[in-house]
């Protein structure tokens, strides 16, 4: 099974910064849109932020925009996510996943809150923010 690997997780200070990171060594993420989940237990899955295969469009709520940043590095064949002003309810596991290819691939991370639209899941990465 395809898959993809996150790194960077780990304990942080509210108000504090991470980097995520997310690569394949299965599958070129270069022609992929590839979006960033995050999951507390008991609770659904929810998505934080998506990135087109150019990295020219980029889908992300309001609950982090200002906060959180995606980015790619297509020669890397990684994709990024800066955190800032880190606060308590965002402590969670954090997911990368690539979506299945698009006719529409300027535009594929509109369906990034659709599952049935991801290809290949990380097995995510733990994130804790406290003091």
């Known amino acids: 099974q395809l898959q993809l690997k996150e790194s960077g997780g780990g304990l942080v200070q509210p108000g504090g910064s991470l980097r995520l990171s997310c690569t394949s060594s299965?599958?070129?993420?270069?022609?992929?849109?590839v979006g960033w989940y995050r999951q507390v237990p008991g609770k659904e899955r929810e998505g934080v932020s998506c990135?087109?295969?150019?990295?020219?469009?980029?889908n992300s709520p309001n609950s982090v925009k200002g906060r959180f940043t995606i980015s790619r590095d297509n020669a890397k064949n990684t994709v990024y996510l800066q955190m800032n002003s880190l606060r308590p309810e965002g402590t969670a596991v954090y997911y990368c996943?690539?979506?299945?290819?698009?006719?529409?691939?300027?535009?594929?991370?509109?369906?990034?809150?659709?599952?049935?639209?991801?290809?290949?899941w990380g097995q995510g990465t733990q994130v804790t923010i406290s003091s």
């Open positions: 299965d599958f070129t993420l270069a022609d992929l849109a």
């Open positions: 996943a690539a979506l299945r290819p698009d006719p529409d691939r300027e535009y594929a991370c509109k369906n990034y809150n659709n599952y049935d639209y991801v290809a290949a």
């Open positions: 990135i087109n295969f150019s990295g020219l469009i980029t």
